[in-house]
C-alpha cells in the first residue's frame, strides 16, 4: 500500500529564515510525486510534480527536490504569505504500467511566518 | 479560462440525510477524481469518473457513489449521512495524458 509522511507537522519561522519540509514515501513504482499549498478552507494549489530521482524544481522562493525515498520543500527567506498548510502527494504505477490519477497524500505541513 | 468549480460552498445536513455535490472540471479536462479531506489531515481519495464510468476506487463504501455527465462534469452522492462525513469534499480534473491535477475550492458538509 502506498504511504506518504510528512514531517514536521508545524513548523514556525521567522521572515527570512529558510527551511526545509520533509516528505517520505512508499510506492511500489512511483509515476509522479506532487506538491500543493492549501490554504485554510481552500482547495489545494499545485506547486510541483517530480518525476524521477535527482529532480529538481524552483517557483519563486520554493525548490523542491526528489530522491528515491524522500522529497524536500526548501523555503528560502519565507515571508508571512508562505504561511499555509503544504501536502504531498504520490501516484504510483499500477498493473502494466498504467496509472490512472490516485494521489496517495500525507497529512501536511502547517507553515507558520512570523514577520 | 475558468478553473475547477464546485458547488455548493457549504451544506449542512442531519444524520441519515442523502447529500449531492457538483463539480465542473477545468475546460479541455475529461476526468474528475473526488476527495475526502477530514479537519487536519491530508485529502482521501474516494474514486475516479473517466467517460462517464467510476474507472478507480478507494477505501469508501457504498454509500458513496458518483456520476459523470457527457460534457464531464460529475456529481457525489453520499447517502445515510454520519457524523464521519463530516469534511471538506474536493474535485480534481485531469486531462488525460498529462499528470496534473487541479483541485477545486470544495465543498464543506457538515452532518449534524
Known amino acids: 500500500e502506498d504511504q506518504v509522511t510528512q514531517s514536521p507537522e508545524a513548523l514556525r519561522l521567522q521572515e527570512g529564515e529558510s527551511s526545509s519540509l520533509n516528505c517520505s514515501y512508499t510506492v511500489s513504482g512511483l509515476r509522479g510525486l506532487f506538491w500543493y499549498r492549501q490554504d485554510p478552507g481552500k482547495g489545494p494549489e499545485f506547486l510541483f510534480t517530480?518525476?524521477?530521482a535527482g529532480e529538481e524544481k524552483e517557483k519563486e522562493r520554493l525548490k523542491a527536490t526528489l530522491t528515491k525515498k524522500e522529497s524536500f520543500l526548501h523555503i528560502t527567506a519565507p515571508k508571512p504569505e508562505d504561511s499555509a498548510t503544504y501536502l504531498c502527494?504520490?501516484?504510483?504505477?499500477?498493473?502494466?504500467?498504467?496509472?490512472?490519477?490516485?494521489?496517495?497524500f500525507g497529512q501536511g505541513t502547517i507553515l507558520t511566518v512570523h514577520p | 479560462d475558468a478553473g475547477v468549480t464546485q458547488s455548493p460552498t457549504h451544506l449542512i445536513k442531519t444524520r441519515g440525510q442523502q447529500v449531492t455535490l457538483r463539480c465542473s472540471p477545468k475546460?479541455?479536462?475529461?476526468?474528475v477524481s473526488w476527495y475526502q479531506q477530514a479537519l487536519g489531515q491530508g485529502p482521501q481519495f474516494i474514486f475516479q469518473?473517466?467517460?462517464?464510468?467510476?474507472?478507480q476506487r478507494g477505501n469508501f463504501p457504498d454509500r458513496f457513489s458518483g456520476h459523470q455527465f457527457p460534457n464531464y462534469s460529475s456529481e457525489l452522492n453520499v447517502n445515510a449521512l454520519l457524523l464521519g462525513d463530516s469534511a471538506l469534499y474536493l474535485c480534481a480534473s485531469i486531462r488525460t495524458g498529462t499528470l496534473g491535477q487541479y483541485f477545486g475550492p470544495g465543498t464543506r458538509l457538515t452532518v449534524t
Open positions: 475546460s479541455g479536462h475529461d476526468t
Open positions: 469518473y473517466y467517460e462517464e464510468e467510476e474507472r
Open positions: 502527494a504520490v501516484q504510483a504505477l499500477g498493473a502494466g504500467g498504467t496509472s490512472y490519477g490516485k494521489l496517495t
Open positions: 517530480l518525476y524521477s
